[in-house]
Nanobody, 123 residues
């Protein structure tokens, strides 16, 4: 049984930073692409960032480029999302996901999802 557990969310003022973690258990995910999504109230869950198995391939949605950094530590079976210069529009529940395929975007296609962690950015 594979579990993904997000942590590190919280309340921060605009311009501040948070570091999210996604810890996997049950099997190694070193050969999986790791993803971060977010979902604001009343909105569709949207792609934020992805990192390939080796860490060499990285993609971000345009709205977070230059502010967010995705990384992973395969020895710890953990992925991270460093969020800097946070804006109120970044407020959402942030979810990590894992899938063997690159550029997976349809939510139903992902092998694994975490439970989410709340990020709230005040102005």
């Amino acid at each position: 049984q594979v579990q993904l557990v997000e942590s590190g969310g919280g309340l921060v003022q605009a311009g501040g930073s948070l570091r999210l973690s996604c810890a996997a258990s049950g099997r190694t995910l070193r050969n999986y692409v790791m993803y971060w999504f977010r979902q604001a109230p009343g909105k569709e869950r949207e792609f934020v960032a992805a990192i390939g198995a080796s860490g060499l391939n990285i993609h971000y949605t345009d709205s977070v480029k230059g502010r967010f950094t995705i990384s992973r530590n395969n020895a710890e079976n953990t992925a991270y999302l460093q969020m800097n210069s946070l804006k109120p529009e970044d407020t959402a529940v942030y979810y990590c996901a894992a899938d063997p395929a690159w550029d997976t975007r349809k939510l139903s296609e992902f092998d694994y999802w975490g439970q989410g962690t709340q990020v709230t950015v005040s102005s």
